[in-house]
């Protein structure tokens, strides 16, 4: 059984920073892609940044030089570095796995006021 649990979310003002974490279990952590997704109240969910099991990166334009995704293999953990937040990151921050379906966890929730 595969699972995601994301941590880390909260309240903060804008400028401020937040360290978003994935722990994931049952799947074989070191070979796999993760991404970040994010979903504010009335839209899609976005990709945010994704990172490869070689730890390439990919970033949404949006959230390009202020994000920052890394991993740790051995703690099978998955992190988003988020700093200079603005209001319009406000939204709940999801882990993704791409295996024979999309696996999502809960979330987890940031809001940036302003």
């Known amino acids: 059984q595969v699972y995601l649990v994301e941590s880390g979310g909260g309240v903060v003002q804008a400028g401020e920073s937040l360290r978003l974490s994935c722990r994931a279990s049952?799947?074989?952590?070191?070979?796999?892609?993760l991404g970040w997704y994010r979903q504010a109240p009335g839209t899609e969910r976005e990709l945010v940044a994704n990172i490869s099991s070689s730890g390439s990166t990919n970033y949404a334009g949006s959230v390009k030089d202020r994000f920052t995704v890394s991993r740790d293999n051995a703690r099978n953990t998955m992190y988003l570095q988020m700093n200079n937040l603005k209001p319009e990151d406000t939204a709940r921050y999801f882990c993704?796995?791409?295996?024979?379906?999309?696996?999502w966890g809960k979330g987890t929730l940031v809001t940036v006021s302003s």
């Open positions: 993704n796995f791409k295996g024979v379906r999309d696996f």
């Open positions: 049952g799947i074989n952590f070191k070979l796999i892609q």
